[in-house]
């Protein structure tokens, strides 16, 4: 069964610093990726996705991510926060039976919180 | 831009009541979904729709109905609220064609059931 694992419920950095938000998938085939953030009392906005093109796949608001299929990794980095970079993070895979659907799972959450 | 709108960001409301959550978007979009979310457990399924009146179950659907009349619109009612049913509600759509890839959500709705 498909499933989503991030590592972190709650990251803390300065701002200047790199963020890194892990993500761990589980996949018989080869999947979908996705990162979304959510900020304060807002919905989900996309950041970026993978889908079988190249592996590393750059966001917006200076955010990329590596597909690793060897470590079945999709991790999140920014090179240097930023005190609106402060918002929860969800990392999210398709279902393999989404072909029509585009049914989604998503991972738990990263709260990024980002000190002056 | 695709535009998913929820009828309230607000709502209060007492247990054993009736409750609709409303959503629509402006993108003619077959697929519509309904997602709870809670601190900790990310972003669960209720219930979805691929066309009007066609609806299927998600990973949580106990305590909850939905009604697809309309391609734009899809309700998510609770029919009798209780107050574990408190949480953030939040209302996605994707066309048909896209599948598989991201979906559109809206600003969620915060319920509150007293």
């Known amino acids: 069964a498909q499933s989503v694992t991030q590592l972190d419920s709650h990251v803390s950095v300065s701002e200047g610093t790199p963020v890194l938000l892990r993500c761990n998938y589980s996949?018989?085939?080869?999947?979908?990726l996705f990162w979304y953030v959510q900020h304060p009392n807002k919905g989900l906005q996309l950041l970026l996705k993978?889908?079988?093109?190249?592996?590393l796949v750059k966001g917006i608001n200076g955010f990329e991510a590596e597909f690793k299929k060897s470590e079945t990794s999709f991790h999140l980095t920014k090179p240097s926060a930023h005190m609106s970079d402060a918002a929860e993070y969800f990392c999210?895979?398709?279902?393999?039976?989404?072909?029509?659907?585009?049914?989604?799972?998503f991972g738990q959450g990263t709260t990024l919180q980002v000190k002056p | 831009d695709v535009k998913v709108t929820q009828s309230s960001r607000y709502l209060v409301k007492r247990t054993g009541e009736k409750v609709f959550l409303e959503c629509v978007q402006d993108?003619?979009?077959?697929?519509m979904f309904w997602y709870r979310q809670d601190p900790g457990l990310g972003l669960r399924l209720i219930y979805f729709?691929?066309?009007?009146?066609?609806?299927e179950k998600g990973d949580i659907p106990e305590g909850y109905s939905v009604s697809r009349e309309k391609k734009e619109r899809f309700s998510l009612i609770l029919e009798s609220a209780s107050t574990n049913q408190t949480s953030m509600y939040l209302c996605?759509?994707?066309?048909?064609?896209?599948?598989?890839?991201?979906?559109?959500f809206g600003p969620g709705t915060r319920l509150t059931v007293l």
């Open positions: 999210v895979v398709s279902d393999p039976g989404s072909s029509n659907t585009g049914k989604l799972i």
């Open positions: 996949s018989s085939y080869s999947p979908s």
């Open positions: 993978y889908t079988s093109a190249a592996t």
């Open positions: 993108m003619d979009h077959e697929n």
């Open positions: 729709s691929y066309d009007v009146k066609m609806k």
């Open positions: 996605a759509s994707i066309s048909r064609r896209l599948a598989g890839l991201e979906q559109f």
